[in-house]
């Protein structure tokens, strides 16, 4: 029967349903009707419900039986003689008794979209699929806000039909789940598919089973299946009872079916997938809660694990983060030592929680195993850049060694020990600590209490550290809203403070209560217990009195609690609404604005506030020179550090940076304000730029042409902001103002203020005093090596296109290399080319860079046109030249035609070039092709830019 006869026409119903939904039930009488009335409430006519009760002790099957009376021919009940203890035997007999042409499974806490069935079946008729998947969305129904994730949305982003599941292998890896799916019955019960019994994670090993059977497999991009989750609920799923080892051996035995059917499916691929999958997801979700778990527990653990993990092929875990390769391995040698505090770092992100070793110029997780080769793979944590951080940036590991009751007096005595990875705080450092409590209630501020440590010391790898803490007599919780409070230490090294959580690592460690005075009311709580975060770190949380807990209780489940809690939650909706983009947006417009503006204001910025560098900084900087009289603002993202004292400093976004701008008599930045913010007449926009143009932008890239109408006359707006934009070559004018359609009264052909210092360096005799700074030798040659950026997006971590180890090797006694990423990127230097190789990314302000080097090594990147105009080598590395510039958006000339000086492809090719000729010879050779370069790309660069503004614009505020 064609497809749309089967959605439309209802005669199907008494021959036989189009499809059967299998429901099943355990001991859940309340929800039932609620999945069931959802398959009654589907858009596709001719849907049969199969009632299937696992022997419930509640009143399931009574309901079920109510509800099969109350629809004949449409719902049908049956009871399983006794419980199976899982999903595999209710859901065979389900599909045993099922009529339908097709099969869908659902749980009875869980719901079908209202049109699952319709596109389950038209999907199916259309593409004669064995097996049509669809989108699941998990909704967790005890969250406030209802909070709804989609499951792995990626693979069901648009409708395709695989012949073979090894078309996608994510599919089998990640969607493992049975009930959003669709199967047509005769394609089971011919190839004899039929859930695993007396086992959990049945879903894994069907889901497995019927996507390597199927001929074809259709996904559709629509909602088919609510999976609803309680994270609060006391009784957890099958699959979320971690804290019992059988369902580890599960979890195991089940994975062993699965690599069996793909092994003997011949299926490598698939299983391979599936091992990085394991390594990175399953082992993970039982590794978190081994620091919660016994000794015997941990040693079960690790006997069922191991076997498996031998199984897995070695090259999967160099597809994983590091520190899942690290606990995997640990775990396979059973070194709990090591194990445990890695599992932290796999908990915390980026806490640092080994003491880590350095072997050859490597950094590694432990000392432990390096004579494995495998190990020293695994374990080298070199890329992750441990090494190159300073203490205030690294997030230590502070283990909890002992908690003390002293006699129920509300003091605690309390120690532990602090990691000191690579010895990173250094033996004759002075120490000294303080701890800190602070409610757990994220965007509001409570009161902190703060308690001095009173013992801090050096132990080996690590700080150890003593402290009684008056708990009972220094903190002072309101009550209700401040029910739980989170303790941290700060660690003071010769001033400099880095802060630690506490890790309760050992099992019933910090135990017992503390008299505590609300204040509010002692009815809210007496006391405060010692309580362990999911994170692993020590909590407390407030508990009421035994005698009144009930008369609490009712209260804040009553008017007078709801009343309170609504009121903090208003409170704090407000408050978000009032500090909101769109509010302030609305704040900068109608309030701000309305102020006169004030004369002599001046509102810096560079690269959106994350450095005091570049043209912005030249002009203050000559505005100071001379003595201007003005108000200077900076704005700054993160911490202001390197920011002038001389000016104020105002946080991108904050009122008093949205006030500045509404009221300065100039704007000077070199990228953009924010594009929503309106200029007022009164304000003068001096658009400095960053950067001749290689690549296409603006209005000449495909994507700007692609933009509607709308979106563009929106972008042109912001453009249309400046009211001067400095130039400082006529291919300047041909591209950057062409793309950004600028007027031609809006050009300033003045050159680049920050390229000043560069046309003054050029006659320069001395190094600046950057090298002393930087330790560099003066019988060795500087290098740069200054690449571009390669993707949008947040910071990364930079892979260099060389071995820098290599080039240190061969090129250290005659050269240092300074690598210098992109302010968007971050890069990671191994310990073995210390003093040969330099990171030198946190140097906010290229210039002084560029003025230091002798050569610079770069791709496309802008530093070319500046670095020019000091007449000195150059040697241009574009290794993905096709990937970058042929399917990229395009460049407004070749620069493989045009570059001054040798254009390497490969690794090999730089080294090459570096050791056939010296830095002099260069020079000599391609003095001609960079005085061309020079004049096409900087005539206007002639070391009086910042000078030159500053007579045009600011010449009337010199101090008479």
């Known amino acids: 029967m064609k497809v749309e006869q089967r959605l439309q026409s209802g005669k199907t119903e008494s021959v036989r349903p189009a499809m059967s939904v299998v429901v099943i039930v355990y001991n859940d009488e309340a929800r039932l009707p609620t999945a069931v009335r959802s398959v009654l409430a589907q858009t596709l006519r001719g849907v049969e419900v199969v009632?299937?009760?696992?022997?419930?002790?509640?009143?399931?099957?009574?309901?079920?039986?109510?509800?099969?009376?109350?629809?004949?021919?449409?719902?049908?009940?049956?009871?399983?003689?006794?419980?199976?203890?899982?999903?595999?035997?209710?859901?065979?007999?389900?599909?045993?008794?099922?009529?339908?042409?097709?099969?869908?499974?659902?749980?009875?806490?869980?719901?079908?979209?209202?049109?699952?069935?319709?596109?389950?079946?038209?999907?199916?008729?259309?593409?004669?699929?064995?097996?049509?998947?669809?989108?699941?969305?998990?909704?967790?129904?005890?969250?406030?806000?209802?909070?709804?994730?989609?499951?792995?949305?990626?693979?069901?982003?648009?409708?395709?039909?695989?012949?073979?599941?090894?078309?996608?292998?994510?599919?089998?890896?990640?969607?493992?789940?049975?009930?959003?799916?669709?199967?047509?019955?005769?394609?089971?019960?011919?190839?004899?598919?039929?859930?695993?019994?007396?086992?959990?994670?049945?879903?894994?090993?069907?889901?497995?089973?019927a996507y390597v059977a199927a001929d074809r497999i259709t996904l559709i991009p629509n909602r088919v299946y609510e999976w609803h989750v309680e994270d609060k609920s006391a009784a957890k799923s099958i699959s979320n009872r971690r804290s019992e080892i059988a369902n580890f051996a599960h979890r195991m035995e089940i994975h062993r079916r699965v690599d069996q059917l793909l092994a003997d499916r011949g299926l490598l691929e698939l299983k391979f997938c599936k091992d990085v999958k394991f390594l990175k997801h399953d082992l993970v979700l039982h590794l978190r809660d081994l620091p919660f778990r016994d000794a015997c527990y941990r040693q079960e653990f690790a006997a069922l694990a191991r076997p498996y993990l031998a199984s897995i092929d070695p090259t999967a875990y160099d597809e994983v983060e590091p520190i899942h390769a690290i606990c995997a391995y640990l775990l396979r040698m059973s070194d709990w030592d090591n194990l445990l505090p890695a599992v932290d770092t796999l908990t915390n992100?980026?806490?640092?929680?080994?003491?880590?070793?350095?072997?050859?110029?490597?950094?590694?997780?432990?000392?432990?195993?390096?004579?494995?080769?495998?190990?020293?793979?695994v374990l080298d944590v070199t890329e992750l850049g441990y090494h190159a951080k300073p203490v205030e940036r690294l997030f230590l590991r502070n283990e909890l060694l002992s908690y003390v009751d002293l006699g129920g007096r509300g003091r605690v005595r309390l120690a532990g020990r602090i990691t000191n990875p690579l010895g990173v705080i250094p033996p004759g450092a002075r120490l000294t600590a303080a701890l800190e409590f602070y409610a757990r209630r994220p965007g509001v501020r409570f009161q902190t209490f703060r308690l001095p440590v009173a013992t801090v010391r050096h132990e080996g790898p690590y700080v150890v550290w003593e402290a009684t803490a008056d708990i009972s007599g220094t903190l002072r919780p309101l009550g209700i809203v401040d029910a739980v409070w989170d303790v941290r230490l700060h660690l003071y090294v010769d001033g400099t403070r880095t802060t630690t959580r506490l890790t309760a690592s050992q099992p019933g460690l910090a135990t017992g209560s503390l008299p505590i005075r609300p204040r509010?009311?002692?009815?809210?709580?007496?006391?405060?217990?010692?309580?362990?975060?999911?994170?692993?770190?020590?909590?407390?949380?407030?508990?009421?009195?035994?005698?009144?807990?009930?008369?609490?209780?009712?209260?804040?489940?009553?008017?007078?609690?709801?009343?309170?809690?609504?009121?903090?939650?208003?409170?704090?909706?407000?408050?978000k609404r009032a500090t909101s983009g769109d509010a302030k947006i609305r704040l900068y417009h109608e309030m701000f604005q309305r102020l006169p503006v004030r004369k002599r204001l001046v509102v810096f910025e560079s690269h959106l506030g994350k450095q005091y560098s570049d043209s912005p900084r030249a002009i203050y900087e000559e505005m100071r020179r001379q003595d201007l009289d003005f108000e200077a603002v900076w704005s700054y993202t993160g911490a202001p550090e390197g920011f002038p004292a001389d000016a104020t400093l105002v946080r991108r976004w904050s009122l008093p940076y949205l006030r500045a701008l509404a009221r300065a008599e100039y704007w000077i930045d070199n990228q953009s304000y924010p594009l929503k913010l309106a200029k007022r007449p009164g304000t003068t926009y001096i658009q400095t730029w960053h950067g001749s143009?290689?690549?296409?932008?603006?209005?000449?890239?495909?994507?700007?042409?692609?933009?509607?109408?709308?979106?563009?006359?929106?972008?042109?707006?912001?453009?249309?902001?400046?009211?001067?934009?400095?130039?400082?070559?006529?291919?300047?004018?041909?591209?950057?103002?062409?793309?950004?359609?600028?007027?031609?009264?809006?050009?300033?052909?003045?050159?680049?203020?920050?390229?000043?210092?560069?046309?003054a360096a050029r006659q320069a005799s001395e190094r600046p005093p950057l090298s002393h700074e930087l330790g560099l030798a003066a019988d060795k040659k500087v290098l740069l090596y200054a690449p571009t950026f390669r993707k949008s997006g947040r910071r990364r971590r930079f892979a260099l296109p060389f071995d820098v180890a290599r080039f240190a090797r061969e090129f250290g006694d005659e050269y240092v290399l300074l690598v210098r990423a992109h302010y968007l990127d971050h890069v990671v230097l191994p310990p073995s080319v210390r003093g040969r190789v330099i990171d030198v990314s946190a140097h906010h302000d290229v210039t002084p860079l560029l003025a230091l080097a002798d050569a610079l090594i770069t791709d496309y990147s802008s530093v070319m046109f500046d670095y020019a105009l000091l007449d000195r080598p150059m040697f241009f590395f574009p290794y993905d030249y096709e990937e970058y510039v042929l399917e990229g958006r395009g460049t407004y000339f070749d620069l493989l035609e045009r570059a001054p000086g040798p254009v390497v492809r490969t690794e090999d090719e730089l080294h090459a070039v570096l050791t056939s000729s010296s830095?002099?010879?260069?020079?000599?050779?391609?003095?001609?092709?960079?005085?061309?370069?020079?004049?096409?790309?900087g005539e206007y660069d002639r070391g009086t830019a910042a000078a030159s503004i500053v007579d045009q614009f600011f010449s009337e505020w010199r101090r008479k």
């Open 919 to 937: 830095l002099d010879e260069q020079t000599v050779k391609y003095a001609a092709a960079r005085e061309r370069f020079v004049s096409d790309f």
């Open 349 to 377: 992100g980026d806490k640092v929680s080994a003491p880590l070793t350095e072997q050859g110029g490597r950094v590694y997780w432990c000392a432990e195993h390096l004579d494995d080769p495998f190990a020293r793979r």
């Open 520 to 575: 509010l009311t002692r009815l809210v709580a007496d006391r405060i217990e010692p309580q362990v975060s999911a994170r692993g770190h020590l909590a407390f949380r407030l508990v009421p009195d035994k005698r009144a807990g009930a008369l609490v209780e009712r209260g804040l489940r009553g008017a007078p609690g709801r009343l309170a809690k609504s009121g903090y939650r208003r409170a704090k909706a407000l408050r």
């Open 693 to 759: 143009a290689l690549k296409r932008m603006g209005f000449d890239e495909s994507e700007w042409k692609l933009k509607s109408r709308a979106e563009q006359a929106e972008q042109q707006r912001t453009l249309d902001r400046f009211d001067h934009f400095l130039i400082r070559s006529e291919h300047d004018v041909r591209t950057l103002a062409k793309a950004f359609r600028l007027k031609e009264k809006v050009l300033l052909r003045v050159g680049y203020p920050r390229n000043d210092a560069l046309v």
């Open 51 to 209: 009632i299937v009760d696992d022997h419930s002790t509640d009143g399931s099957y009574t309901v079920a039986r109510r509800l099969a009376d109350e629809h004949p021919g449409r719902v049908r009940a049956y009871r399983l003689p006794e419980n199976s203890g899982g999903c595999g035997a209710p859901r065979n007999r389900g599909l045993r008794e099922a009529r339908g042409g097709y099969v869908v499974f659902l749980d009875s806490d869980d719901v079908l979209d209202r049109n699952a069935c319709r596109n389950f079946l038209e999907a199916a008729e259309t593409t004669g699929a064995d097996l049509v998947s669809g989108l699941c969305v998990r909704v967790h129904v005890d969250s406030r806000t209802g909070k709804r994730v989609k499951w792995y949305p990626w693979l069901y982003a648009r409708t395709r039909t695989l012949d073979a599941i090894s078309e996608l292998p994510d599919l089998l890896v990640y969607d493992t789940l049975s009930t959003n799916k669709c199967y047509r019955r005769a394609f089971l019960i011919e190839r004899g598919l039929d859930f695993p019994v007396g086992i959990h994670y049945e879903d894994l090993l069907f889901s497995a089973q």
